[in-house]
């Protein structure tokens, strides 16, 4: 899985996690930007747990992760959360894709309000684990 820049912004991050024990479970951290090292041969290109924005991957590989429909727009960390360990995800800096210009859009700039089941699902399992 490649992702790389948005008009010449990038967005990385990693996921770090720290082992738990029986009563507390284990936790997830994301950190924005966050990139683990060099991909070999590829002096550009990091490896790194998720990219923001887009991507290009093999439709096998995003398949096995799978999304869960119901988190639509805000389940794009959890994808990658659930990839951990089956995904290589990578961002190269001389990869890069314009932003579509066009039409003013009043609605554009405005985030969905996350309300309801699917929000609170997805806020359960960053805090539960499950």
Known sequence: MLG????????????IYE??????????????????HALPGYPQCSLVSGVVNFFLARTDAAQRVG??????????????????????????????IGHQKGRANNNYGRRPEHKGP?????????????
């Open 19 to 36: 082992e738990g024990d029986e009563t507390e479970g284990g936790c997830m951290h994301r950190k924005s930007g966050g990139m683990f």
């Open 4 to 15: 790389g820049k948005v008009v010449e912004k990038q967005f990385p991050f990693s996921i």
């Open 67 to 96: 999304f869960d429909p119901q988190l639509k727009r805000i389940g794009h960390s959890e994808f990658f959360m659930d990839g951990l360990g089956s995904l290589m995800v990578a961002t190269c800096g001389h990869v890069s």
């Open 118 to 130: 699917q929000a609170a699902g997805s806020l359960q399992r960053w805090t539960t684990g499950g």
